[in-house]
């Protein structure tokens, strides 16, 4: 028995219930593939330049809504690819269709009955086969932008809410944790989506008519779906009103905890490459003393995605002069400023107030050479000229020093984190 086309059905024409969208479908994921596909990466390179300029309350807010974003850009760039491929798909039927119209001859395929019956009964008609993936591809198209849009949005709602009240709690002189802050807020807004749809499912047919609850649920529901965040958007209703709604649920769930891990993995494996990969046996150095890593060098550093640590011009020195130069580091220094500098700081804003915390800086950023302190080190205000950042700078006189290697030694500011792990100074090599 054969799989022979619909009487009155054209071959050559597009299958009766063809989903009317595929034309504008295929033009957003085909223009937008390219875009989505280098929007992760730009996102990467913005947060990087961004974190070394801000203190560690600001980065705690900035790392949550790059892990949204990225995780949207991630959804649709994975949503316009793998709808391209299944259109691909697609089109490959309905052109195949178009060349066999009277479909599968399955008494021609060199196979037993059952897995004859197996395989036809799961095909069905190859009207059926090309119906199933037109709407297959629809389906995951409506479901990534649905996914990302609602990322977005939300991103957006929290980042404004939080300007809200940040700007409040300034105007009121009050200080808080931002990151503490800025958690409350996703954490209430969620709380608020699902909280109302679980007391509405469970309790709303048993609530007191224009009562005070009812009123608030009311408000709940039209205000979210004003602002584009409900529980539910129409594509979400239509998905769960057709299929099964928890597995659905599930679904939105594993997809959003495997991205959230994998974009979270990813950050990580940027700001700490030698964790990602197969190098347990790679003999490390306890005090860096032996260990050059290239952040330490101007000329083989990569000033956007290497972590900000002070550096020389290059691992062999060929003038007269070392040059030293140490990045401001917000998230580091300015603890450890307010913590050993608050005579000076609470000088009165001019020139002296400035030489003051020069010199406190240079008391927290000490620097010795072959193990002998360089108490007569002269810190100038300058900045990172690839980088634009504000820097210390300091011109050692190495003329006197022997061909070789030799060893610079620059204190971390007192309080941080690394002085637990027994990394209390940033050890540059070079050699004269």
Known sequence: ????????????????????????ELLISGVAVFAMLQLPGWLDDQLFALLPRLSTDFAGVVLPLYIYLKTAAVILAVTFALHLLLRANWIALVGMHSVYPDGVLWE?????????????????????????????????????????????????????????????????????????????????????????????RRFGARLREGGAVQRGLAAIFRYSGL?????????????????NERRINRLILVVFAVLFGAVTFGLNSMKKPLQAGSYGLFPRSVDDSRTLRSNYYDDQRDPLHDPMTPFVQSAVIEGSYLRLTVPYQPQRDAPAMQSHCARALMLPHG?????????????????????????????????????????LQAMIDVRSLASGRHVLRVEHAPGNDDASEGNHADVIAFWR
């Open 227 to 243: 602002f584009g965040i409900s529980y539910r958007s129409e594509v979400m209703s239509l998905l769960a009103s057709h299929s």
């Open 351 to 391: 020139d002296a107030r400035g030489d003051a915390l020069l010199e406190c800086m240079a008391r927290l950023r000490a620097v010795s050479l072959d193990g002998t302190p360089l108490a007569t080190l002269h810190y100038d205000v300058g900045s990172d000229s690839r980088t634009r950042r504000p820097a």
């Open 108 to 200: 021609n395929l060199r196979m037993g009955p059952v897995q004859r019956e197996i395989d036809r009964h799961r095909h069905g008609s190859t009207g059926d086969s090309i119906e199933r993936a037109d709407n297959r591809a629809t389906v995951v198209f409506a479901i990534g932008v649905m996914l990302a849009t609602r990322l977005l949005i939300i991103s957006l709602m929290v980042a404004v809410v939080f300007a809200v009240i940040m700007t409040g709690l300034s105007l009121t002189g009050l200080h808080a944790d931002m990151f503490l802050v800025f958690s409350l807020c996703v954490v209430t807004l969620i709380v608020l989506l699902f909280g109302a749809h679980e007391i509405d």
């Open 1 to 24: 028995m054969s799989d022979t086309a619909a009487p009155g059905h054209d071959p050559d024409q597009l299958p009766k219930h063809t989903t009317p969208t595929w034309e504008v």
